[in-house]
């Protein structure tokens, strides 16, 4: 059941990816599905009352940074947050992530999904002329690469602290 689960959160991601970067645009239907699908696959490795104080944790975490993020566009960048600077598919897609992880993996697939996007859009604004970034869906595609892995036989579990 929970391969079968992870196999779906696989081809949510692929689609979140595709939609976010060939149109910038997301059917928001897929981040309440995958964030879903994320705390099925948590929760199946842990029990409710040990990641209740995670979950909380990285909500937080996710909260701060968006209000840190806002503070910064709106009043030193004067621009507008939403839509603008930043789309609402990510701010969905952050707290979908994070759900899914235990807090220090979750930090960890965090900053690196957002290295990962921040170095892949460096290479293709040069090539494609991209004036945005498609942060979930470059995001979406890291965590679907990790999954992936996470998959085969012998690695390290992302549950496990």
């Known amino acids: 059941m929970i391969t079968t689960v992870k196999i779906a959160l696989l081809v949510i991601l692929a689609l979140i990816a595709f939609q976010d970067i060939k149109d910038k645009k997301v059917n928001w239907v897929f981040f309440p599905i995958s964030a879903i699908m994320l705390f099925i696959l948590y929760q199946s490795h842990s029990s409710l009352q040990f990641s ?91 965590l679907a690469i990790i999954l992936s892995i996470d998959l085969l036989p012998s690695t390290p579990s992302l549950y496990i602290l």
């Open 52 to 142: 209740f104080p995670f979950l909380c944790m990285n909500i937080i975490l996710i909260t701060s940074i968006l209000g840190i993020v806002f503070v910064y566009t709106k009043y030193i960048r004067g621009m507008k947050f939403l839509n603008v600077s930043f789309g609402l598919g990510d701010v969905l897609f952050f707290y979908a992530f994070a759900l899914g992880f235990p807090t220090i993996t979750f930090l960890v697939l965090f900053t690196c999904s957002i290295m990962f996007s921040l170095v892949i859009s460096l290479f293709n604004s040069k090539d494609y002329n991209i004036t945005g970034v498609p942060l979930a869906g470059l995001m979406s595609l890291f």
